[in-house]
């Protein structure tokens, strides 16, 4: 069963960055399509970007100041999140689903494994 810990959330100053971290136990993230989402107060789950079969996906609202990286020998992932605003605010969560792969743009496809979110608040 693959289990997803998020870290590196935490309170940041308008124009700051921080790095978020999933880390994966359980199974081997090769076989997975992965991506980082967020929610905040009030709003939907929004799609920030995915990794699926090599390639990276992004959100066309998040792309420039959001980068998403993937170190497979220890089955992590990571979102570099820079320039930060104070709309950044939200819980941002790590996802998963096994893939059998060809299938494109990830972030609006399925995902059944997910962890527990971190928050990241941007103060003005």
């Known amino acids: 069963q693959l289990h997803l810990v998020e870290s590196g959330g935490g309170l940041v100053q308008s124009g700051g960055s921080l790095r978020l971290s999933c880390a994966a136990s359980?199974?081997?993230?090769?076989?997975?399509?992965i991506g980082w989402f967020r929610q905040a107060p009030g709003k939907e789950l929004e799609g920030i970007s995915c990794?699926?079969?090599?390639?990276?996906y992004y959100t066309d609202s998040m792309k420039g100041r959001f980068t998403m990286s993937r170190d497979n020998a220890n089955d992590t992932v990571y979102l570099q999140m820079n320039s930060l605003k104070p709309e950044d605010t939200a819980v941002y969560y790590c996802?998963?689903?096994?893939?059998?792969?060809?299938?494109?743009?990830?972030?609006?496809?399925?995902?059944?494994?997910w962890g527990q979110g971190t928050q990241v608040t941007v103060s003005s």
């Open positions: 359980g199974a081997n993230l090769d076989y997975y399509r």
């Open positions: 990794i699926t079969d090599g390639v990276t």
């Open positions: 996802a998963a689903e096994p893939t059998p792969g060809g299938l494109g743009d990830c972030i609006h496809q399925t995902y059944n494994y």
